[in-house]
């Protein structure tokens, strides 16, 4: 298993930038498939964004492409999200993922993003 610990969220204007990390444990964490999901109250978690093994390959929801980037490092076992040009419609609470080479899903707490109009 891996412990992941999400931090970097807060309250923003629209328009405005921020940027998520999420903290792994463990020493393999090369090994797994890390992304970004969000859930808004009342709604289902939705993806967000993925980046695969070796860092070179990202996915990316179409709300928002061009907007977010997804990066990892994995000498510090960290998976980073660069918001950028935030809409209030991102508000919601964003989880990290990772996922192993069964398929199997491991998600951190969440942390809080907020975006006033």
């Known amino acids: 298993q891996v412990q992941l610990v999400e931090s970097g969220g807060g309250l923003v204007q629209a328009g405005g930038s921020l940027r998520l990390s999420c903290a792994a444990s463990?020493?393999?964490?090369?090994?797994?498939?890390m992304g970004w999901f969000r859930q808004a109250p009342g709604k289902d978690r939705e993806f967000v964004a993925r980046i695969w093994w070796s860092g070179g390959s990202t996915n990316y929801a179409d709300s928002v492409k061009g907007r977010f980037t997804i990066s990892r490092d994995n000498t510090k076992n960290t998976v980073y999200l660069q918001m950028n040009s935030l809409k209030p419609e991102d508000t919601a609470v964003y989880y990290c993922n990772a996922r192993d080479v069964y398929a199997r899903d491991y998600w951190g707490q969440g942390t809080q993003v907020t975006v006033s109009s």
């Open positions: 463990g020493r393999t964490f090369g090994s797994y498939a």
